[in-house]
């Protein structure tokens, strides 16, 4: 092997050890029944760690089911049909992308307890929702597709609804696919906001917020983050084909 290759790869090794050693150093250190036993075992004021996963699962999937859901319609719309201000609409919706959820929580809050949504699985979920992030990737997504391809299924007597279900969707399934484990992963990660919608139920909080319930430096705090690594790394490790995929430019 040349000698420049052979300094590439150690380079890369050294990398990955850098990497990848905090997360080893956190599985062996945290999955162990020692660590575990007090995540099991009902405490008051604690949830468990069942109690938290089932929080996690349900914001996530919740997350990435009504955000990929609202972008793909609303990319649909600004892309296919003829909208005044079209690039307006666009830029409006990618503002949130400059205002994250912790600069916004005060009149989130208020919003949400407005409408009664506190202590609530949507009222953990809608607020995390807005973003145009989806929109972006998707409508360009549409936009490189060839405009023939909706001439000739408005020849065939295709609708909106039919030309959306039959033609766009099948062509966006690889950046569906990409931005719902995504935007799973980023439902997952949430830890400010699952705090602050549900004050009155402590056993909603989720893997990654309920790190705030433990010790810092604590063997069971290790167990509990290392469990809340493991399920954005296994979605990661699936879905990385798709990922690719669905992100990279479309070609002929």
């Known amino acids: ?15 990955c050890l850098a990497m990848l050693g905090p997360l080893a150093l956190a599985l062996s250190a945290g999955l162990s029944p020692s660590a575990m036993s007090p995540l099991l075992a009902d405490q008051p004021y604690r949830p468990t760690l069942g109690q938290m996963l089932g929080t996690s699962l349900a914001i996530a999937t919740g997350v990435a089911l009504v ?3 609202v972008s793909f319609l609303a990319a649909y719309a600004l892309s296919v049909f003829r909208l005044r201000h079209a690039s307006t609409i666009m830029a409006l919706l990618l503002l949130p992308l ?3 959820i912790e600069s916004r929580i005060l009149p989130t809050i208020l919003i949400t307890d407005a409408l009664g949504l506190l202590n609530s699985y949507t009222g953990l979920i809608l607020p995390v ?11 360009a997504q549409i936009l490189q597709m060839p405009p023939e391809i909706l001439e000739a299924a408005r020849l065939d007597g295709a609708g ?5 279900w039959e033609i766009y969707l099948p062509l966006c399934l690889p950046a569906i696919a990409a931005l719902l484990a995504f935007f ?6 949430q830890y400010l906001w699952p705090l602050v919608a549900s004050p009155s139920l402590p056993d909603r909080a989720t893997v990654v917020s309920g790190l705030a ?3 810092i430096g604590s063997r069971p705090s290790l167990a509990l983050a290392a469990v809340a690594m493991l399920p954005p790394l296994v979605v990661f490790v699936v879905a990385q084909r798709w990922i690719v995929r669905g992100l990279a430019p479309m070609r002929d």
Do not use: C, E, Q, Y
Not at 129 to 139: K, Q, V
Not at 160 to 164: N, S, T
């Open 213 to 215: 319930l433990l010790s």
């Open 129 to 139: 929702t807005a973003t145009g992030l989806g929109t972006l990737i998707l409508r």
């Open 160 to 164: 909106p609804f039919r030309a959306l």
């Open 67 to 69: 955000k990929t859901a």
């Open 184 to 189: 799973f992963v980023l439902g997952w990660n």
């Open 1 to 15: 092997m040349p000698r420049a290759s052979l300094v590439d790869h150690l380079i890369l090794i050294l990398g």
């Open 98 to 100: 400059f205002l994250p």
